[in-house]
Protein backbone atom coordinates (compact mmCIF):
# COMPACT_ATOMS: atom_id res chain seq x y z
CA UNK A 1 0.00 0.00 0.00
CA UNK A 2 1.42 3.14 -1.24
CA UNK A 3 -0.22 5.49 1.68
CA UNK A 4 1.91 3.64 4.45
CA UNK A 5 4.98 2.94 2.08
CA UNK A 6 8.19 3.90 3.52
CA UNK A 7 9.40 5.87 0.66
CA UNK A 8 5.98 7.73 0.14
CA UNK A 9 7.35 11.47 -0.40
CA UNK A 10 9.79 10.08 -3.34
CA UNK A 11 7.10 7.90 -4.87
CA UNK A 12 5.53 11.01 -4.79
CA UNK A 13 7.99 13.28 -6.45
CA UNK A 14 8.74 10.64 -8.75
CA UNK A 15 5.33 10.48 -10.19
CA UNK A 16 5.26 14.43 -10.40
CA UNK A 17 8.40 14.92 -11.68
CA UNK A 18 7.12 14.23 -15.21
CA UNK A 19 9.94 11.56 -16.16
CA UNK A 20 8.50 8.30 -15.76
CA UNK A 21 4.71 6.73 -16.44
CA UNK A 22 2.58 5.04 -13.11
CA UNK A 23 3.87 1.79 -14.76
CA UNK A 24 7.35 3.09 -14.03
CA UNK A 25 7.23 4.50 -11.07
CA UNK A 26 5.48 1.58 -10.07
CA UNK A 27 7.83 -1.34 -11.18
CA UNK A 28 11.12 1.23 -10.11
CA UNK A 29 9.14 0.74 -6.41
CA UNK A 30 7.99 -2.52 -6.16
CA UNK A 31 4.32 -1.52 -6.28
CA UNK A 32 1.54 -2.42 -8.28
CA UNK A 33 0.28 0.04 -11.29
CA UNK A 34 -3.50 -0.36 -10.19
CA UNK A 35 -2.18 0.81 -6.71
CA UNK A 36 -0.10 3.34 -7.48
CA UNK A 37 -3.25 4.89 -10.23
CA UNK A 38 -5.53 4.48 -6.82
CA UNK A 39 -3.29 6.47 -4.32
CA UNK A 40 -2.93 9.28 -7.25
CA UNK A 41 -6.40 9.62 -7.95
CA UNK A 42 -7.42 9.68 -4.20
CA UNK A 43 -4.59 11.09 -2.37
CA UNK A 44 -2.90 14.10 -4.93
CA UNK A 45 -3.53 17.45 -5.39
CA UNK A 46 -5.03 18.12 -8.81
CA UNK A 47 -2.28 19.97 -9.87
CA UNK A 48 -0.27 16.83 -9.13
CA UNK A 49 -2.47 14.64 -11.04
CA UNK A 50 -2.26 16.39 -13.83
CA UNK A 51 0.97 16.33 -14.18
CA UNK A 52 0.87 12.52 -13.83
CA UNK A 53 -1.49 12.70 -16.82
CA UNK A 54 0.80 14.30 -18.52
CA UNK A 55 3.47 11.61 -18.66
CA UNK A 56 0.96 8.75 -18.21
CA UNK A 57 -1.00 9.91 -21.46
CA UNK A 58 2.33 10.64 -23.65
CA UNK A 59 1.43 8.89 -26.96
CA UNK A 60 5.41 6.77 -26.57
CA UNK A 61 4.86 5.68 -23.26
CA UNK A 62 0.64 4.17 -23.59
CA UNK A 63 1.83 3.04 -27.41
CA UNK A 64 4.61 1.27 -26.14
CA UNK A 65 2.99 0.07 -23.20
CA UNK A 66 -0.02 -1.53 -24.95
CA UNK A 67 1.96 -3.50 -27.32
CA UNK A 68 3.81 -4.93 -23.68
CA UNK A 69 0.38 -5.40 -22.82
CA UNK A 70 -0.57 -7.45 -25.94
CA UNK A 71 3.01 -9.68 -25.76
CA UNK A 72 2.07 -10.37 -22.10
CA UNK A 73 -1.65 -11.41 -22.95
CA UNK A 74 -0.21 -13.33 -26.60
CA UNK A 75 2.41 -15.41 -23.93
CA UNK A 76 -0.72 -16.04 -21.18
CA UNK A 77 -2.89 -17.35 -24.03
CA UNK A 78 -0.21 -19.51 -25.54
CA UNK A 79 1.01 -20.71 -22.59
CA UNK A 80 -2.55 -21.74 -21.20
CA UNK A 81 -3.25 -23.06 -24.64
CA UNK A 82 -0.26 -25.32 -24.20
CA UNK A 83 -1.02 -26.28 -20.91
CA UNK A 84 -4.78 -27.61 -22.60
CA UNK A 85 -3.01 -29.12 -25.63
CA UNK A 86 -4.94 -26.60 -27.49
CA UNK A 87 -1.65 -26.50 -30.19
CA UNK A 88 -3.51 -24.80 -33.02
CA UNK A 89 -4.18 -21.41 -30.47
CA UNK A 90 -1.48 -22.10 -28.98
CA UNK A 91 0.62 -21.75 -32.09
CA UNK A 92 -1.09 -18.39 -33.30
CA UNK A 93 -1.19 -16.74 -29.61
CA UNK A 94 2.54 -17.44 -30.31
CA UNK A 95 2.74 -16.18 -33.64
CA UNK A 96 1.02 -12.88 -32.38
CA UNK A 97 3.57 -12.40 -29.45
CA UNK A 98 6.05 -12.97 -31.97
CA UNK A 99 5.41 -9.70 -33.94
CA UNK A 100 4.58 -7.62 -31.13
CA UNK A 101 8.31 -8.27 -29.94
CA UNK A 102 9.43 -8.00 -33.59
CA UNK A 103 7.75 -4.77 -33.35
CA UNK A 104 9.71 -3.81 -29.80
CA UNK A 105 13.20 -5.40 -30.33
CA UNK A 106 14.37 -2.49 -32.18
CA UNK A 107 13.35 0.17 -29.56
CA UNK A 108 15.25 -2.07 -26.63
CA UNK A 109 18.23 -0.24 -27.68
CA UNK A 110 17.30 2.98 -27.78
CA UNK A 111 14.63 2.35 -24.52
CA UNK A 112 17.87 1.77 -22.80
CA UNK A 113 19.37 4.79 -23.81
CA UNK A 114 15.88 6.51 -23.05
CA UNK A 115 15.45 4.86 -19.79
CA UNK A 116 19.30 5.59 -19.00
CA UNK A 117 18.80 9.44 -19.56
CA UNK A 118 15.21 9.31 -17.83
CA UNK A 119 17.05 7.59 -14.63
CA UNK A 120 19.81 10.41 -15.18
CA UNK A 121 16.85 13.61 -15.02
CA UNK A 122 15.36 11.66 -12.26
CA UNK A 123 18.29 11.10 -10.21
CA UNK A 124 18.75 14.87 -10.48
CA UNK A 125 15.48 15.93 -9.72
CA UNK A 126 15.69 13.39 -6.22
CA UNK A 127 18.72 15.37 -5.05
CA UNK A 128 16.63 18.40 -6.01
CA UNK A 129 14.13 17.35 -4.21
CA UNK A 130 16.62 16.07 -1.11
CA UNK A 131 18.20 19.68 -1.51
CA UNK A 132 15.17 21.61 -0.80
CA UNK A 133 13.47 20.06 1.84
CA UNK A 134 17.09 19.77 3.57
CA UNK A 135 17.76 23.31 2.92
CA UNK A 136 14.13 25.53 2.35
CA UNK A 137 16.43 28.73 2.16
CA UNK A 138 17.73 27.25 -1.01
CA UNK A 139 14.16 27.35 -2.74
CA UNK A 140 14.13 30.85 -3.29
CA UNK A 141 17.10 30.75 -5.74
CA UNK A 142 15.66 27.63 -7.23
CA UNK A 143 12.46 28.88 -8.00
CA UNK A 144 14.07 32.13 -9.36
CA UNK A 145 16.22 30.23 -11.93
CA UNK A 146 13.10 28.34 -12.86
CA UNK A 147 10.94 30.67 -13.26
CA UNK A 148 13.67 32.85 -15.66
CA UNK A 149 13.81 29.91 -17.87
CA UNK A 150 10.11 29.31 -18.00
CA UNK A 151 9.44 26.18 -16.21
CA UNK A 152 6.98 27.64 -13.73
CA UNK A 153 5.45 23.55 -13.55
CA UNK A 154 9.15 22.57 -11.59
CA UNK A 155 9.19 25.92 -10.04
CA UNK A 156 5.89 25.41 -8.79
CA UNK A 157 6.74 21.73 -7.88
CA UNK A 158 9.88 23.28 -5.60
CA UNK A 159 7.50 25.89 -4.00
CA UNK A 160 5.35 22.64 -3.16
CA UNK A 161 8.60 20.28 -1.60
CA UNK A 162 9.60 23.83 0.32
CA UNK A 163 6.26 24.70 2.44
CA UNK A 164 8.71 26.67 4.99
CA UNK A 165 9.87 28.99 2.46
CA UNK A 166 9.21 32.59 3.37
CA UNK A 167 8.83 33.49 -0.28
CA UNK A 168 5.09 34.46 -1.19
CA UNK A 169 3.17 31.81 -3.62
CA UNK A 170 2.64 33.81 -6.87
CA UNK A 171 -0.65 33.21 -9.02
CA UNK A 172 0.15 32.17 -12.26
CA UNK A 173 -2.06 33.22 -15.05
Known amino acids: MLCSHPDRTQIEFDLTAGTSSI ?7 GLAPESV ?3 VRDHLTAA ?7 VDGAPGLTLAGRLIDVADHA ?13 KTALHAGQAEARVLA ?6 TLGADIAESIQDATDALSILATTVREHPELA ?19 RELAPSSNR ?3 VSA
Open 23 to 29: RGVAGHH
Open 140 to 158: ETIIDVMTSRNRHDWADRI
Open 75 to 87: RDTRAAAEAKGDH
Open 37 to 39: RRH
Open 103 to 108: VLAPLD
Open 168 to 170: EIE
Open 48 to 54: ARAAVAE
